[in-house]
């Protein structure tokens, strides 16, 4: 278990004050664990807790901090993931309702800002249940992607690739033109054999996706986009989905209820699979997986 310090800021101001000075205690990225505002607009904190080797924290990997339970009780909105895609110009996945409550470019202007200075692009934080918002934002500029209907949208090194909400496409957006705020460029690269994309894996790794349907699980490869090569695929009764991966191959698979739009009442994700596994590995793994069915 990864124990957890919560810390509590008023403002988006304070919070900007906070981040300082965790990053002159020593604070890494990988130790920010949960971010969530609530109806009143204060930010909410949950980091990893220093112990005195460090070596929790070197180890915490994205994997871990899907499977941890959300640790704030009562009406909070959440945030999944901050890229910064280049100076000035961050990419935002989480409850959509995060924009109604706050200044939400200040917010994750200072997490960009965080995340930079320590020597990283992304920070991805934990599980939690919501229906979907993704926003494009450069400065005091905010557009919300998820009115156009693309939500958890995940950078690669080509450009941004994401789903649509009751679709069953991968929809692919060059870099240079989300760089360039050129947002009505996207276009379908693949199509999913399993009905509906409900949730898309929070980060490419090795070059593979994993997209979670109504019917089932399939891996993609998207090193080489526009072009998008299927590398797998794992039938189910339906509710499982896969939230990420370790870099040693172990996947945070977690389970919903399926709706045409995504998955409710998501449950923190267990790890399944061996060190140096493959997806071929999930289809019994899951089989046997203590979660509820549907």
């Not at 895609?85 to 989480?94: D, I, M, R, Y």
Request: with cysteine.
């Amino acid at each position: 278990m990864v124990a957890m310090k919560l810390l509590d800021f008023p403002s988006s101001f304070s919070l900007g004050t906070g981040l300082r000075q965790l990053y002159k205690q020593g604070l890494g990225v990988r130790s920010l664990l949960f971010l969530a505002i609530d109806e009143h607009g204060g930010v909410h904190l949950a980091i990893a807790d220093q112990i005195p080797d460090g070596k929790q924290l070197k180890k915490l990997k994205i994997g871990m901090k899907l499977s941890i339970a959300w640790p704030f009780e009562g009406r909070y909105f959440y945030f999944d993931s901050i890229h910064q895609l280049a100076p000035g110009t961050s990419l935002v996945n989480g409850d959509r309702r995060i924009r109604t409550v706050s200044r939400m470019f200040d917010v994750s202007d200072l997490v960009s800002r965080f995340i930079h200075a320590g020597g990283e692009d992304s920070v991805f934080f934990g599980c939690t249940p919501h229906q979907p918002g993704s926003w494009w934002i450069r400065d005091d500029k905010t557009i919300a992607l998820h009115d156009r209907g693309l939500v958890e949208i995940v950078p690669t090194e080509l450009g941004l690739v994401a789903r649509r909400i009751m679709d069953d496409g991968l929809y692919f957006l060059p870099q240079e033109k989300a760089l360039a705020g050129e947002l009505d460029q996207w276009y379908r690269v693949f199509e999913s054999p399993v009905g509906n994309i409900l949730m898309l894996e929070r980060r490419v790794k090795r070059g593979r996706l994993a997209i979670s349907g109504q019917r089932g699980l399939v891996e993609v490869d998207v090193t080489n986009l526009p072009r998008v090569e299927q590398t797998g695929q794992v039938n189910h009764d339906g509710g499982y989905c896969i939230l990420g991966r370790t870099s040693d191959g172990l996947f945070a698979v977690s389970h919903g209820k399926p709706r045409d739009w995504g998955y409710e009442e998501v449950e923190p994700a267990v790890l399944l699979g061996s060190k140096g596994g493959t997806f071929k590995e999930l289809e019994p793994l899951i089989k046997k997986s203590s979660f509820k069915t549907v």
